[in-house]
């Protein structure tokens, strides 16, 4: 057994060892792989919760909970009311927190239901370098990161993702759209739904990775920059459709996409 197996049956024994557990679920490459592994030890004991609410793209919603349906997951979809918290909308640096917040809070009425049951989350090895404020909300409510355990890396968990054969194994980073909005820059429910319809344009036109970072009247474009010389060709009917909804100025950096950059 090389050592990708042996992180994985580590992995699944700590999963098996809770007997049951709620798993925060985004349709995202790391609790995919996490849910997927809680099914299977844990069957029905293993529960699948992904919050709808407006910082998550109807698109990116629907896809999740069509796999989790379609993979005979326990899925439990609940609201999550972040966006009418103003720590949350004031944008002070400290948004993750209050998102992450609400979240494990409203995963904890599953305690009340379901009796004794652990609450997870997606957090991985790589996280351990970055500044995360959702990682203190996660500590806050005795939240379990069964990937970080078993010392999982993002590289790791999209292989392990193409052995079971799960969609996200190639799926380009996501984060929520708040992440949308300059660190404080107040968050609009109005403009989060401009962003999440300028992001779709990119998404029906092919791009993989890409994100809408909103000033205001200007859509400022982060694409990979393999994708340049495409943006360039199609440069006209984008800026029309996103004009369409709701910028006057488009922008394209040129510095690219690069994962965890400020808004």
Known sequence: MNLIDEKEQMLLDEL?????IAVAYSGGVDSTYLAACAHQVLGANAMIVIADSPSIPREELQQA??????????????????????????????????????????????????????????????????????????????????????????????????????????KASFACLGSRFPTGTRIELEAMTQVEKAEAILSARGYAQYRIRHHGDLCRIEIDQTDFDKMMDERIEIVSAIKKAGYKFVALDLSGYSMGSSA
């Open 65 to 170: 909970i069509n796999m989790a349906t379609e993979r005979g997951w326990h899925l439990r979809v609940i609201k999550t009311e972040e966006h009418l918290k103003e720590d949350y909308l004031d944008n002070k640096g400290d948004r993750c927190f209050h998102c992450k917040n609400e979240l494990f809070t409203k995963m904890e009425t599953i305690l009340s239901e379901f009796g004794d049951i652990v609450l997870a989350h997606g957090a991985i090895e790589d996280d351990k370098g970055d500044v995360r404020p959702g990682t203190q909300a996660a500590a806050n409510h005795c939240v379990v990161a069964p990937l970080q355990n078993a010392g999982l890396y993002k590289k790791e968990i999209r292989i392990l993702s193409e052995r079971r054969g799960l969609p996200t194994a190639g």
């Open 16 to 20: 098996r060892s809770y007997g049951s």
